[in-house]
């Protein structure tokens, strides 16, 4: 069984991407990894280039924004059709696996690699923000994706590179692993979160008004989020550690929660709960 990664990237720099810590994150079961990497403002190639790893495949384009959003899912695609594994499995830039979920994941790919009936493997999306140790689940943050999927040309991304379908439209069979999917696009200082909202504003993503254009992003009252007690992907270490908001924010989780058994435990978990209404 042969395993390729593949992604897409452009100006990780300039908006902070953790695109280096993700590629890192499942390299070790991946045969090779193809990285799309888009003409940028930045050094995010060289970045990239950095690796200096053999399973590293670099492909190098120019993004045709006139597509709005949907070049993000046409250019994946272009990733995607250079992958050989049996399984290719995607990462967005602000996505990273845990390294206790490599092993467990490998063997989801092996007995499912010869089934007709399983088309992809499902993650538990984490969706932090504002702190390494909040997370939403509140209406508009979905709550589960594929990331793994046969690699059998009958699968593409769609729409803004949300997920995956099968080409002749018939509903995707997938295996829940149950494993988390720790996506940190809205972990950042508030000044880069501000130009973050006005880049996906310029590619189709989001609509502001123009007190939000020209306003520092605020996160608000992290309280009214749930509390993530686990660990981090390892390769994540260095960010977590340096980020001052989040390291506020834990010293008052453990001084409000130091009672609780999944922070003494550092259970890698999320509530089964779902907020239906959209928290502002």
């Given at each position: 069984?042969?395993?390729?990664?593949?992604?897409?990237?452009?100006?990780?720099?300039?908006?902070?991407?953790?695109?280096?810590?993700?590629?890192?994150?499942?390299?070790?079961?991946?045969?090779?990894?193809?990285?799309?990497?888009?003409?940028?403002?930045?050094?995010?190639?060289?970045?990239?280039?950095?690796?200096?790893?053999?399973?590293?495949?670099?492909?190098?384009?120019?993004?045709?924004?006139?597509?709005?959003?949907?070049?993000?899912?046409?250019?994946?695609?272009?990733?995607?059709?250079?992958?050989?594994?049996?399984?290719?499995?995607?990462?967005?830039?602000?996505?990273?696996?845990?390294?206790?979920?490599?092993?467990?994941?490998?063997?989801?790919?092996?007995?499912?690699?010869?089934?007709?009936?399983?088309?992809?493997?499902?993650?538990?999306?984490?969706?932090?923000?504002?702190?390494?140790?909040?997370?939403?689940?509140?209406?508009?943050?979905?709550?589960?994706?594929?990331?793994?999927?046969?690699?059998?040309?009958?699968?593409?991304?769609?729409?803004?590179?949300?997920?995956?379908?099968?080409?002749?439209?018939?509903?995707?069979?997938?295996?829940?692993?149950?494993?988390?999917l720790y996506h940190y696009g809205w972990v950042h200082p508030?000044?880069?979160?501000?130009?973050?909202r006005k880049n996906a504003e310029q590619i189709g993503f989001?609509?502001?008004?123009?007190?939000?254009?020209?306003?520092?992003y605020s996160y608000g009252d992290l309280n009214r989020f749930?509390?993530?007690?686990?660990?981090?992907?390892?390769?994540?270490?260095?960010?977590?550690?340096?980020?001052?908001?989040?390291?506020?924010?834990?010293?008052?989780?453990?001084?409000?929660?130091?009672?609780?058994?999944?922070?003494?435990?550092?259970?890698?978990?999320?509530?089964?709960?779902?907020?239906?209404?959209?928290?502002?």
């Open positions: 069984m042969k395993v390729s990664g593949f992604t897409i990237v452009r100006n990780a720099v300039k908006f902070n991407y953790p695109a280096l810590e993700s590629i890192k994150s499942i390299l070790p079961i991946c045969d090779e990894f193809i990285v799309n990497v888009g003409e940028g403002e930045d050094e995010t190639l060289s970045m990239i280039r950095s690796l200096r790893d053999p399973k590293i495949k670099i492909i190098q384009r120019k993004w045709d924004f006139s597509q709005g959003k949907s070049v993000l899912s046409a250019e994946t695609n272009l990733a995607l059709k250079e992958c050989k594994g049996d399984w290719a499995f995607y990462l967005q830039a602000d996505e990273v696996i845990h390294e206790k979920d490599l092993g467990p994941l490998r063997k989801y790919m092996q007995k499912y690699q010869h089934s007709e009936k399983v088309d992809a493997l499902r993650f538990a999306w984490m969706h932090f923000y504002g702190s390494y140790y909040r997370y939403r689940i509140d209406s508009g943050w979905f709550q589960k994706q594929d990331r793994i999927i046969k690699n059998n040309r009958q699968m593409e991304s769609y729409d803004d590179a949300y997920g995956f379908r099968r080409k002749d439209l018939a509903p995707m069979r997938r295996i829940n692993t149950g494993k988390l508030q000044e880069v979160m501000s130009q973050r989001a609509s502001l008004t123009d007190q939000e254009r020209q306003a520092s749930p509390v993530y007690f686990g660990s981090h992907p390892c390769v994540m270490n260095k960010r977590v550690s340096s980020h001052e908001l989040s390291r506020k924010d834990l010293d008052s989780i453990r001084g409000k929660y130091w009672w609780h058994p999944f922070r003494i435990l550092k259970v890698r978990a999320k509530t089964f709960r779902r907020v239906k209404e959209k928290i502002i």
